[in-house]
């Protein structure tokens, strides 16, 4: 048991680092993490362009993904469109005007990417990836039984 908490504890820092691989961009553009995720979000997940699409994919509080959103939209990154066939439903997309950021972004993630599987085979890289997508299957399905209507 201890031995996954270890590991546990690992991801959280793995965590940690993700962040901090994004401090200067942070900085460049007055950002906070969740903003930057956001755009990352968008960016790397087409057809999941709704805010609660990133309440529920990334288990965020409405209100923090809210605000940020709104930051974005008022900062030139974001816009708004609305669903043809539910007028409730709201499109979030990306600008032009977040072009450049996003592409720092991913270039963020994609050395973060690298410094995690350095080392590994290709075979090991899509083992430890389909292992934790079931991890991430469990813990998602879990959260929802015990969250489900309490939002």
């Known amino acids: 048991m201890q031995f996954i908490l270890d590991i546990l504890l690992k991801s959280r820092a793995a965590?940690?680092?993700?962040e901090k691989m994004f401090g200067k961009i942070r900085l460049q553009y007055g950002m906070t993490q969740l903003?930057?995720?956001i755009l990352a979000f968008l960016k790397n997940n087409p057809g999941l362009d709704t805010a609660s699409d990133i309440v529920n994919y990334?288990?965020?509080?409405?209100?923090n993904?809210?605000?940020a959103v709104e930051f974005l939209i008022q900062k030139g990154f974001v816009g708004r469109r609305t669903d043809e066939q539910d007028r409730r439903k709201i499109h979030l997309e990306?600008?032009?005007g977040a072009e450049e950021a996003v592409c720092k972004i991913l270039d963020a993630q994609s050395h973060f990417f690298d410094?995690?599987?350095?080392?590994?085979?290709?075979?090991?890289r899509?083992?430890?990836l389909s292992l934790t997508l079931?991890?991430?299957?469990?813990?998602?399905?879990?959260?929802?039984s015990e969250t489900h209507g309490t939002e």
Do not use: C, H
């Not at 990334?58 to 209100?63: D, G, Q, S, V």
């Not at 410094?115 to 090991?124: C, P, R, S, Y």
């Open 94 to 96: 990306l600008l032009p």
């Open 126 to 128: 899509q083992q430890y």
């Open 65 to 67: 993904v809210s605000q």
């Open 115 to 124: 410094l995690l599987f350095e080392g590994m085979t290709e075979k090991e």
């Open 35 to 37: 903003e930057i995720d």
């Open 15 to 18: 965590g940690k680092l993700y």
């Open 58 to 63: 990334r288990m965020l509080p409405k209100a």
């Open 134 to 144: 079931q991890i991430a299957e469990n813990i998602r399905r879990e959260w929802e």
